[in-house]
T-cell receptor, first 114, second 114 residues
């Protein structure tokens, strides 16, 4: 069984640039969610994708957007990067309709914005 | 809306001593409760969860937690810690209709000393 994998693991961008982060969900999982974890803080929910559609969003501006593909992998796109976007971005997958909240997390993509 | 407060940002503890990590939450609806662990440079791993039923929940690696509805708490305990328990621990809550939207506390860093 393949777990959740994310790429890249680390990247550095400058203010105003755009970034795309990628996530492959765990085998058999059709729901993907993204979280932002700033240094020293708990993760914050960005959004969730189910069957290729966004069906839940946290308090993040529209410059945070995403996609889910037919194979359930996902991308997180952030436009017009700001210094405060520096964080660990975590992808989590789960089986569709899971009410128990048992998410399986990847190891994250650490973004540094200079 | 839910919120989670982890009362201790850091907890130093000696090896083989017991540890308790405190978590309080607020919510206007019934919630599901979780504890996750994050080892350095890794994603989050589920330790245990409370959905319903017995208020004492046992998880992996010898951890357990007790749900107290009247005090809106979900404290995590381990009777004897190991060096390998050094990590960051996050308490999280989810409403029953919240999909994959977990609300996390700020985390408690446990440092186990020999």
């Amino acid at each position: 069984e393949t777990g959740v994998t994310q790429s890249p693991t680390h990247l550095i961008k400058t203010r105003g640039q755009q970034v795309t982060l990628r996530c492959s969900s765990q085998s058999g999982h059709n729901t993907v969610s993204w979280y932002q974890q700033a240094l020293g803080q708990g993760p914050q929910f960005i959004f969730q994708y189910y069957r290729e559609e966004e069906n839940g969003r946290g308090n993040f501006p529209p410059r945070f957007s995403g996609l889910q593909f037919p194979n359930y992998s996902s991308e997180l796109n952030v436009n017009a990067l700001e210094l405060d976007d520096s964080a660990l971005y975590l992808c989590a997958s789960s089986a569709g309709g899971s009410r128990t909240g048992e998410l399986f997390f990847g190891e994250g993509s650490r973004l540094t914005v200079l | 809306a839910q919120s989670v407060t982890q009362l201790d940002s850091q907890v130093p503890v000696f090896e083989e001593a017991p540890v308790e990590l405190r978590c309080n939450y607020s919510s206007s609806v019934s919630v599901y409760l979780f504890w996750y662990v994050q080892y350095p440079n890794q994603g989050l791993q589920l330790l245990l969860k409370y959905l319903s039923g017995s208020t004492l929940v046992k998880g992996i690696n010898g951890f357990e937690a007790e749900f107290n509805k009247s005090q809106t708490s979900f404290h995590l305990r381990k009777p004897s810690v190991h060096i390998s328990d050094t990590a960051e621990y996050f308490c999280a809550v989810k409403g029953p209709a919240a999909g994959n939207k977990l609300t996390f506390g700020g985390g408690t860093r446990v440092l186990v000393k020999p």
